[in-house]
Structure formats: structure tokens, C-alpha cells
């Protein structure tokens, strides 16, 4: 767990609770956490479910790795120590979504499980939901696929601490979801994506 620097601080609940902001919205706020090698799929469902999800109605926000590391997270790298601040700080982003009773689709390739279990704890000790859905499809496949061409500037020596190729990628050992992108349908994907969110209630609140 990330040290406490600053002292003298405490937090200050106010008189709105999450249940009153999850009644107006008429759904639950939850984190579902997109895991998988580059080029898995997991950016291309979780925009897909982003879709379904807004044409019914609820109110669902998107986090991508790129468009983090343009912004919030825009002074870290890929180093390891990196990877896990990266990581902690978009757990502790996507908390706040869910505490509006907004359904966060967070999409990182987050290689190592420690730090997906790191975030996992963190919407467990707050009582929020948190699904982890495991994009799985061999490195062949991602690397075929190569839609930014990464893998080949990675296998050329171009990109450092590349996943897949010169770091690891520690697979998901109880993902809630596992979907194999490379044979399956989008519209497969999407559809076992809103069956659990309906079996636990996050659509109707």
C-alpha cells in the first residue's frame, strides 16, 4: 500500500450518500477492469459496452491507458515502480466514479497481479463492485494484430519494457470474466459483459 506522506488530514463524509446518487441515476456504480496484453481487444469492447451501456440509458465513463498517460498520469513511464503508480492511481480515480454511481469501464494493460489486486481491495474495503474481466488471447494473435504497430517497435528494440515481448504479463488467477476476443463476437463479449452487471444489480438501483 502507497505511504500516507501528508499529515494532519481526515476525511470529511458529507450528507449525500452513494445509495442517494445511485437513486437518480437508477443504477449502481461499478469498476470493470479491462486486463490483457496489447492488442487483446480490451479498449474494442470495453468502447462496444460502452455503447450498449449509454443506449440504455445508464451513465458509464470510459478510462483508457493512453488517454490517462495524456493527462493525470502523463509524468510516468513504463517502468515497474511506474506501472504500479499508474495502476494505483487510476483504482483511486475509477473509486471516485463508482462513488457518483457511475459503471467505469478501466481499460489497462496492467500486467502484474499485485497491483490489480491492489485495486481489487481497494473497492472491496469501500463496498463497491469490482469485475475483472481478463481479455485473453495469445501473444501470436496480439502480435498479428498489432493495431499501433508496438509489438514490431518492441521486437526491433524500440520500446523498453514492452509487455509481452521484454516484460512480463502475470495473467489473472479469479478474473470474474474471461473472454477469448480472438473467438468470440464483439457482440458475444458485450453480451456476457451486461449478464453478470444484470445478475448483480448494477443496472437497476
Do not use: C
Not at 488530514?9 to 458529507?14: L, T, Y
Not at 480472438?182 to 458475444?188: A, G, N
Amino acid at each position: 500500500m502507497t505511504e500516507q506522506k501528508a499529515t494532519n488530514v481526515h476525511w470529511h463524509d458529507g450528507e449525500v450518500t452513494r445509495e442517494d446518487r445511485s437513486k437518480i441515476l437508477s443504477q449502481k456504480g461499478a469498476t470493470l477492469w479491462f486486463t490483457g496484453l496489447s492488442g487483446s481487444g480490451k479498449s474494442t469492447v470495453a468502447v462496444a459496452l460502452e455503447q450498449a451501456l449509454t443506449a440504455k440509458g445508464k451513465l458509464t465513463y470510459r478510462l483508457d491507458g493512453d488517454n490517462i498517460r495524456l493527462g493525470i498520469n502523463k509524468n510516468l513511464g513504463f517502468s515497474a515502480e511506474d506501472r504500479t503508480e499508474n495502476i494505483r492511481r487510476i483504482g483511486e480515480i475509477s473509486k471516485l466514479f463508482v462513488d457518483v454511481g457511475v459503471i467505469t469501464l478501466s481499460s489497462f494493460v496492467s500486467p502484474y497481479r499485485a497491483d490489480r489486486d491492489l485495486v481489487r481491495e481497494l473497492h472491496k474495503q469501500a463496498g463497491m463492485d469490482f469485475i475483472e474481466v481478463y481479455v485473453d488471447v495469445p501473444l501470436d494473435v496480439a502480435e498479428d494484430r498489432d493495431p499501433k504497430g508496438l509489438y514490431k517497435k518492441a521486437r526491433a528494440g524500440e520500446i523498453p519494457n514492452f509487455t509481452g515481448i521484454s516484460d512480463p504479463y502475470e495473467e489473472p488467477l479469479n478474473a470474474e470474466v474471461v473472454l477469448n476476443s480472438h473467438e468470440m463476437t464483439l457482440e458475444q463479449e458485450v453480451d456476457i459483459l451486461l449478464q453478470i452487471m444484470t445478475d448483480r444489480g448494477l443496472l437497476a438501483a
